[in-house]
């Protein structure tokens, strides 16, 4: 059974750029897609891509582009997601989600237990 | 991308109560279709996927149904650990996107 633990807790100045890891336990850490979705306080759901490290694609939601990285790193089962230039709009908790894909759907689960990232001056 | 409305936006229940929140989607989606619920300060968690297939472990009260455009999550019976937020999910294309959620309050 997977089980996706994040980093913690930051703090950010305008402008500046934070790093969030997830790693993963147990079952096979290559053959599926971890996303990153985050939620805004008091808001809902949104993803922001996803990474198959088995083959080191990501791919993003275009209201991130240019500004979002995610990564991952096989030899620690570790994912993460980078977003720069940040602006207080970008205060959130950010989640990883295992991606599961069966023959024909797919959904998240398990997901991390989420980091609040605060971007403030 | 495809949106995603939900309703009621919030509903107030008692424990016990048949609970049913609405999806729609802006366009067919087939079967690609997730439910998921949270509670404050926690992470989503999976209750239903493939618009009516039960995640394993989740209680038999919950239900889902519906297929195209229209879904239904069903609570048979309302239990004091249901009170959360439920969001759908659609998994037709990428981006995968979420309704705003249903907010099941104590009456």
């Known amino acids: 059974q997977v089980q996706l633990v994040q980093s913690g807790a930051e703090v950010k100045k305008p402008g500046s750029s934070v790093k969030v890891s997830c790693k993963a336990s147990?079952?096979?850490?290559?053959?599926?897609?971890i996303s990153w979705v985050r939620q805004a306080p008091g808001q809902g759901l949104e993803w922001m891509g996803r990474?198959?490290?088995?083959?080191?694609?990501?791919n993003y939601a275009q209201k991130f582009q240019g500004r979002v990285t995610i990564t991952a790193d096989k030899s620690t089962s570790t994912a993460y997601m980078e977003l720069s230039s940040l602006r207080s709009e970008d205060t959130a908790v950010y989640y990883c989600?295992?991606?599961?894909?069966?023959?024909?759907?797919?959904?998240?689960?398990?997901w991390g237990q989420g980091t609040l990232v605060t971007v403030s001056s | 991308d495809i949106q995603m409305t939900q309703s009621p936006s919030s509903l107030s229940a008692s424990v016990g109560d048949r609970v049913t929140i609405t999806c729609r989607a802006s366009q067919s989606i087939s079967s690609y279709l997730n439910w998921y619920q949270q509670k404050p300060g926690k992470a989503p968690k999976l209750l239903i996927y493939?618009?009516?297939s039960l995640q394993s472990g989740v209680p038999s009260r919950f239900s889902g149904s519906g297929s195209g455009t229209d879904f239904t999550l069903t609570i048979s019976s309302l239990q004091p650990e249901d009170f959360a937020t439920y969001y759908c999910q659609q998994s037709y294309s990428t981006p995968p996107t979420f309704g705003p959620g249903t907010k099941v309050d104590i009456k």
């Open positions: 493939a618009a009516s």
């Open positions: 990474i198959i490290p088995i083959l080191g694609i990501a």
């Open positions: 989600a295992k991606e599961y894909s069966s023959s024909l759907y797919n959904w998240f689960d398990p």
């Open positions: 147990g079952g096979t850490f290559s053959s599926y897609a």
